[in-house]
């Protein structure tokens, strides 16, 4: 339900665009960061603390409210109990709407250096690694740091609070070392 009227939006909003570049902000828009963002904007988070009473602990609730998994699949769960409740055409503008920033965010911000930093090594038959570097925390406050490796050189090192974060960054560093 959420891919489809973001995806519709971006059809109808961006006539003249690429299949590949509504692609891409599409992926941008629906993915869990996004969704995740989107659920704190709507204090998703805190009706889910309201709404679990006192059926679980202080500290467990608040590290669960917090959590980006948790509030992204909250939102995405209570878009696909609207859809089965009132069907695609009432809440669709309605999702729109929750996500017009990240829209606009994926479309003017560069949003995926991994693709990009694939796409222009490609054109000279090269390619990229990333390798886990290291992994801190507990299991539900990962921080990674992860490297980009072109032709067995670090050229680019990268930390988030995910894998896919991390990689992100080191291959904004990589594009930047063989200048991109």
């Not at 891409?24 to 988070?45: D, P, T, Y």
């Not at 409740?85 to 729109?96: C, N, S």
């Amino acid at each position: 339900m959420l891919e489809l009227a973001i995806a519709k939006e971006l059809y109808d909003r961006y006539p003249d665009a690429s299949e590949g570049r509504l692609a891409k902000i599409r992926s941008h828009v629906v993915s869990r960061q996004s969704c995740a963002a989107v659920a704190r904007e709507l204090n998703m988070g805190e009706r889910l603390a309201h709404a679990a009473g006192q059926s679980l602990a202080g500290e467990e609730l608040s590290r669960i409210v917090k959590s980006r998994n948790v509030t992204a699949a909250l939102l995405e769960a209570a878009i696909a109990a609207l859809f089965l409740e009132h069907g695609y055409g009432p809440i669709a503008p309605a999702i729109v709407a929750a996500f017009s920033d990240r829209i606009e965010y994926a479309r003017t911000t560069h949003v995926d250096h991994k693709t990009e930093l694939q796409e222009a090594l490609a054109k000279t038959g090269r390619s990229v690694n990333y390798i886990v570097v290291d992994v801190d925390g507990p299991a539900h406050e990962r921080h990674f740091s992860c490297a980009a490796q072109i032709d067995g050189e670090e050229l680019g090192a990268g930390t988030g609070r995910t894998k896919k974060e991390a990689e992100q960054e080191a291959a904004k560093q990589a594009l930047a070392a063989i200048g991109v």
